[in-house]
């Protein structure tokens, strides 16, 4: 079954390549061009020029070294000295040349410097057209074992199953192509099991998977060779054992310069940054796929899930469905407060495989139910049930207990004699009590088998407790631990203390995760052992104060005095001092037990489940995410406007006149002519908003990678354009409003009105303005479209690529200057229209401080006192676990100089 947490990464279903473009064929011809120049074009014009070089007669005399040189001479020098360059710089070519026809280094030449690297460059660009033929086009390897064609694998079948959308996008051929799929279908199970059969030679292999296309730049193998292998030569490695493997789509890599984005390619095993492939044929049920109810189980496609390597990668682990929610909690929390700076690709992507991962509604609704317990023990005079886990699906969060406890308060089921409390879940948007969660240290372990999330609590461990198994893995499952601790909502007491986990882990939450080295710490947990071992579920019970929940994570082996050292910290029962260790320890009460395909189980507690884990890469990623949001905004002003160049140049009165609109500036809907089922709405309006913001038509591939990135048949795919095409209906001239090039490539048409365009448009509009009366104007206008956060309200794991596109950041980079700008403009003229505007911002970003100062200014100006009173009242809501910033604490008591009256409002 698919996995929640199994998130690959969407550029693995891209479109088949075209031929290179910018640095594709250009540079390739470029590179063709520029060495004829150098080579032939040269010479050719110094001999037009000077005719041939001068070749001495006689050996020349003394005196002639100490006659005056003419200009004539001067010349003749340096075009011999031209000609000696010219003549090196050939010597060069050919040994890279010679170099590369066997397939290794050209050797390095006494001052073959510059010339030789550029020699070196121009052979590697024209080894990848053929023009010089190395070993990759010359050498044939034995064949693989793996020779029937895969047509259903990694989600996604191909041509040889249901043939491409119509050049002209008619409905007719359409809809033939989904009735051939549907007849098909037999046909492609034996295929679909040949696919499997495909995956399964991988297995144990570094595999790196082709890249989409990006801005212009296709993945080549020269480029994968220098990023994984330390040299571009050594492409001819890759080619080789890869060549004439039957790849998912059904082709097989034949020239080196031909690959297609989505071919997974074996590579040397001393590549770095690859990830070693796990295959799991399964199918999945469509209940677990977002996006897949049109998906039955004969179409059900098989699902290939990628672990990471000790190196570390890019792609995410598994079975993360609430800590990826938990790292994207803590990420909103900051950008509540401001729009934060640009995050670094890597991490974009990464935040994007987060949002396919997450399930953000069973993050809510533990940390609900997990606090509400505390407020109903209160409230009935009873004690906290010792739990010692829990594993919580979308309609339950089961307690395990023990002892048992037989008597549940209320709204909590009793089941297995005592045994299990069970807690149906509601409403996921329902408030959170404000009380303490009485299992800060109950985190999760992964997904089980049934797709619920297993947490553990590590304080009724009584101690420490071992990872043991696969050390690679151990060491990410520690790594996921310590993250998820400091990023866990229902966790926020805790403190975590890493040692040996991945650089940079203590930069993710500073004021509550630090690095130090165990050994050195050893004498300061020993001392607060006689606090942690207070009854902490009482004292939270009684809002009392007790000692932080502390968990010490440690990756380092400890010698034999610290491992003795260990045993002492380890009591007869719950204690609010954990520690972690990686490795076999004998005073371990529990020991977490993982295998080398990310599996992890506690065999004293029955628990099994595919293990989170965090790699180095993972939290290098996380940690830049978090420095981005964490990224300070510009001063209050803002001088000029700019915004992203729209798709249209569509503005608020298109938007008011249109009969189709994707609106994204705050819950997304799309407004259209036709009729959905309400079951298919969703995954329609996603893949309307995803054509509404490509700036080009896009291959249906690469339309399915981003909106199914957990796979998807074609039949399915196509059916489902098709259906959104019908449900968009057609222009007055018969044309669809969902249309495809002669490539096949999707867009929509102009008659498709979006809000964020309308936006962009008019604060472009605004920032080339000849007047400020004409520029907030303008301004007004584009504010009035904001409705609240970009793509508010959508699914969980859907969406993902608008991170990747920087959507969010975008929406609110803009929409907050806007906001600033007009304020600037109107200044004490109009504070209405200040008001206005920062509260028009205020509903993308809810606790940024530089608008809501701009609200306290405004609305004393036209209500004083009371109009300050309001809005304080207003931020006590939005400004929630949000500390006043001095500016702003400076401009309250200015306005409101009365402590009283400060402390009424806030």
Known sequence: MTRPGAAPDPSRFAPAAQPPKREGLRDVLGSLVALLLLVVGVPALLLVLDGPPPIPTEVPALRDFAEELSLEDLLSVLVGIVWLAWLWFVVCVLVEIVAARRGGLGRRLPMGGPAQRLARALVGALLLTGVVAG????????????????????????????????????????????????????????????????????????????AAPHEGYHDNLWDIAERHLG???????????NKNRVQVDGRSLELARLIQPGWQLVMPEDAVGVDRMVTEPVSAPADLRPGMSDVDEESADTIREVTSDADGSGLVPVGISLLAAGVLGALVIHRRVRAGGRPDPDATGAEADFRISANTTRLRHVDRELRGLTARCRAQGVAAPQA??????????????????????????????????????????????????????????????????????????????????????????????????????????????????????????????????????MSSLESSLEGARVDVLTGRLGRRAVVPSQLVVSAVRPDASVSERLGGLTGGGRQALTVVTVGEHPAARWRLVVDSHGMVSVPDLDLHAEANRVTAHQVDAVAELLRAAREEDSADGVTRLDAPA?????????????????????????????????????????????????????????????VWPRGVTPDVRDATIERVREWLGTEVDGSHVLRADAEGRLSVSEALVLDWDCARTLVRRAGAAGSPRDEIDLIRRAL??????????????????????????????????????LAELLGDDDPGGT????????????????LWRLVLRARFAESGVAGVQRTLREMDEALRDVDLDAETEALVHELVPRPDSYAAGS
């Open 135 to 210: 070993p990759a086009s010359a050498v044939t390897p034995a064949p693989t074992a793996t020779t029937t064609v895969a047509s259903m694998v990694d989600g996604l079948a191909t041509d040889n199953v249901v043939n491409r959308p119509a050049p002209d996008g008619s409905h007719d051929r359409a809809q033939d192509r989904a009735q051939s799929g549907a007849r098909d279908a037999t046909a492609g199970t034996a295929t679909e099991t040949a696919g499997q059969q495909a995956v399964s030679a991988l297995e144990g292999q570094k595999v790196y998977v082709v």
């Open 231 to 241: 040299d571009g030569r050594r492409y001819t490695e890759i080619f080789e054992l």
């Open 388 to 521: 010692y886990a829990a594993r919580v699906d979308d309609e339950h969060l089961d307690l395990l207990v023990a002892p048992p406890s037989r008597t549940a308060v209320d709204g909590w089921e009793v089941l297995d004699d005592g045994a299990r409390w069970r807690r149906t879940l509601g409403d996921v948007d329902a408030p959170v009590p404000s009380e303490v969660s009485p299992y800060p240290a109950l985190l999760s372990l992964g997904v089980d088998d049934a797709g619920r999330d297993v947490l553990l609590d590590l304080e009724a461990a009584g101690g420490l407790v071992s990872i043991t198994g696969d050390t690679a893995v151990a060491e990410q499952v520690a790594s996921a631990l310590a993250v998820q601790a400091v990023t866990a909502p229902w966790s926020d007491t805790m403190r975590v203390l890493a040692d040996g986990l991945p650089d940079g882990i203590d930069s993710i939450a500073p004021e509550r995760l630090r690095v130090a080295s165990l050994v050195d710490e």
């Open 646 to 706: 729209p798709r249209h140049a569509h503005d608020d009165a298109a938007w008011a006149t249109a009969g189709r609109r994707v609106s994204i500036l705050g819950r997304v809907a799309v407004q259209s002519t036709g009729d959905l089922p309400p079951e298919r709405l969703d995954l329609a309006t996603e893949i309307v908003a995803f054509l509404a913001l490509q700036a080009e038509p896009v291959h249906p591939t690469v339309l399915a990678g981003a």
């Open 784 to 821: 009035q479209l904001v409705r609240g956060p970009a793509l508010a309200g959508v699914p969980d794991g859907r969406y993902g690529w608008a991170l990747r596109e920087d959507v969010p950041r975008s929406v609110r980079r803009v929409v907050v200057d806007a906001a600033l700008r």
């Open 835 to 850: 008001s206005a505007g920062a509260q028009a911002a205020l509903r993308v970003v809810p606790a940024d401080q530089r």
